[in-house]
């Protein structure tokens, strides 16, 4: 249910934004967690910060034309989001997925506000990409797109302007190609204006596992809230990506056991535990498919076509993409037992399925809060980057550990205060929003 101050504001968001249905969904999620808040400070509907917040700044849409190998020439669109600066640069990833349209980059630009807002560093928020499919594609092909993207993009972007990173499709060997033409452009080694670098050029440690490491350690929060642990406890993963990975690394070393993961083609599930070492080698160095994984792996079983979410587990850490966890799949969870959901992934539960779980009582950890600890990571970079420090795994992992830690005590207790003990999604839109519109009041009217 929608504050009735919020309904017409909804409505708008809809009307102006026709057809762009993540980003609807998006938005609703949030104005429904702000009503009791609206009600504590009307001063901020008096000044439309929720109207002005669900506008973005500014938005890019262009032409990245490129050439294959075969020498065809190929047309793709690009786009960047800058959504809110009220807190520092527009911070946020590019992802190359073919699915990738307005409403997509608007929902996770939409999003990244608030998370970043709930890291508590000084970063705005934005999110970019195209629709360019860089599966089957050859390590020279991605390489012209990627500079072909970034001969428009580099105009947009700066160290103190906008600071894209990595999200699906767009890994190290990407922001290597994207780091490179822009310095080639600009004439400047300006390491800030890109996050999740090769170590070589300014990348920072633990970056590359901060998404996967920081939703673990977010999950154990939740789990010690209710004293409990991950100790012995059975965990499935979706996806097998790089938030996936590194969360079934940090979940082995924390004392669960990730029992399944999966790519978009199926599931594969291992009693004896994954061995990510294994998944390491087919996902990031041969870039093949999860099956392989049950060729290679003694016991264990490809499941194709079938959701990852029928198999028996304590805890769910959803890792793909939005709207994979459907309430079907919340109910089988809910009947084989699960007490905790963590989404790696932004939006992966349905709007019906986040309130099966509350229903149920599942503790249930939001993208913006769970999978904080990637984009935190990366103004840990801009903060190495802008002092031309390089600090250790260890110094970092403790940083993004304590980040995460805050993010969790930060949404427990928002929750808590607002009279919905346990309840993270409205913990953390508000914490995140309250952070955001609080300086936008200060800024004036800009
Ligand atoms: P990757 O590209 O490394 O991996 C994506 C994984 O999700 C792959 O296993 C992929 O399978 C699967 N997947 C993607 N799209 C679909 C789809 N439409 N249907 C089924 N499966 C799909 O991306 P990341 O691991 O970086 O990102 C995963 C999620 O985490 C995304 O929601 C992203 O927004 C979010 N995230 C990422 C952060 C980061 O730092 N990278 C930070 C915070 C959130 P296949 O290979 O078959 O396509
Ligand atoms: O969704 C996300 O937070 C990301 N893809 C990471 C963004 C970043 O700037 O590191």
């Not at 560093?121 to 050859?138: A, E, N, Y």
């Not at 082995?252 to 990510?276: F, M």
Request: aromatic share 8%.
């Amino acid at each position: 249910m929608l504050h009735e101050r919020l309904e017409p504001v909804y409505e708008n968001v809809v009307q102006r934004n026709r057809g762009e249905d993540e980003f609807h969904q998006a938005v609703r999620e949030v104005l429904e967690s702000i009503g009791p808040v609206i009600d504590k400070h009307p001063e901020y509907a008096e000044q439309k910060i929720i109207e002005r917040i669900c506008e973005p700044e500014r938005q890019i849409v262009f032409r990245v034309p490129w050439e294959d190998d075969r020498g065809e020439v190929q047309i793709n669109r690009g786009f960047r989001v800058e959504f809110n600066s009220a807190l520092g640069p527009y911070k946020g990833g590019l992802r190359f997925h073919p699915s990738v349209y307005q409403g997509i980059v608007k929902f996770l630009g939409f999003e990244q506000i608030f998370k970043n807002a709930l890291t508590g560093q000084p970063i705005g928020g934005g999110k970019g990409g195209s629709d360019f499919d860089p599966k089957g594609r050859s390590d020279r092909e991605v390489m012209r797109f990627c500079q072909s993207f970034m001969t428009e993009l580099h105009r947009h972007i700066g160290e103190y302007t906008d600071v894209p990173a990595g999200d699906i499709g767009v890994g190290g060997r990407e922001i290597g190609y994207l780091f490179g033409q822009y310095k080639r452009i600009t004439n400047r080694y300006e390491s800030g204006v890109l996050t999740g670098k090769h170590l070589s050029f300014g990348g920072a440690r633990v970056r590359t596992e901060a998404t996967g490491y920081g939703c673990a350690f977010f999950v154990q929060e939740m789990l010690a809230a209710r004293g409990q642990s991950f100790d012995g406890k059975q965990v499935v993963v979706s996806g097998s990506g790089n938030v996936a990975i590194y969360t079934m690394a940090k979940v082995h070393q924390l004392g669960g056991t990730v029992v399944a993961c999966s790519d978009s083609s199926g599931y594969v599930v291992d009693e004896k535990g994954i061995d990510v070492e294994l998944i390491k080698q087919i996902k990031e160095v041969e870039r093949g498919r999860i099956a392989t994984y049950a060729e290679r792996r003694p016991g264990a079983k490809f499941v194709a076509q079938r959701s990852v979410w029928e198999v028996p587990c304590d805890v769910a850490m959803p890792s793909a993409t939005q709207n994979e966890l459907t309430d079907a799949d919340a109910a089988a969870l809910i009947a084989n037992g699960c007490i905790a959901v963590g989404e790696g992934a932004n939006m992966p539960t349905t709007p019906e399925a986040v309130r099966s779980f509350q229903e149920a009582g599942v503790a249930f950890g939001p993208g913006k809060a769970a999978n904080a600890g990637g984009v935190a990571t990366s103004a840990l970079e801009m903060q190495q980057n802008a002092s031309r420090d390089s600090w250790s795994f260890e110094f970092t992992e403790k940083r993004l550990e304590e980040i995460m830690k805050d993010v969790h005590a930060r949404c427990y207790a928002t929750a808590a205060e607002y009279g919905m003990p346990g309840n993270y999604v409205a913990g953390a839109n508000i914490a995140g929003f309250t952070n955001v519109a609080d300086a936008m009041l200060r800024l004036g009217l800009v």
